[in-house]
């Protein structure tokens, strides 16, 4: 959390920069997914990769019981999870690994410079960790961010509770 403060801090020395900006990036199926496509609904975004051994699996776990407790309403939620590994998330990659969540979740990905672009605007930080074995992981923020259906950041979403109260919490924004 503080990086991400910092990191604005860094950029705009007089105000507090927007979170968010132009993005076009391709979801698991093959559509184009832009932050024109965020408008009308709130969105739940959280970045992270494929290989991610824990927070991303529980997190995008948690954000599908959140859906599910939203009951037909959670469709009109766009929860989307953005590669910061755009090297091994490849859409079949992301089709394949977001197959054990709930199917409203678009994974985005795209080419080194468009994921560039979108950690930017969202100031996450993403970094690749070599390992022994020659492969390597990577150390990235773990915030979702809530976006109001203006595409405009309202808050870090709090997931760490029970599905209901965070669902009760994301229905006022729709
Ligand atoms: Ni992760």
Redesign the pocket.
Known sequence: VLMLWVMGGLRHVTAPAAIGGPFQLTDQTGQTVTDKSMQGRPSLIFF??TH?PD??PTTLFEISEVLKAMGEDGDRVNAYYISVDPERDTQAAMKEYLSSFDPRLKGLTGNAEEIAKVLSEYRVYAKKVPLKDGDYT?D?T?LIYLMDRDGKFVSPFNINRKPEDAASDLKPYL
């Open positions: 992270g990769f991610c927070v991303c990577m990235h773990a």
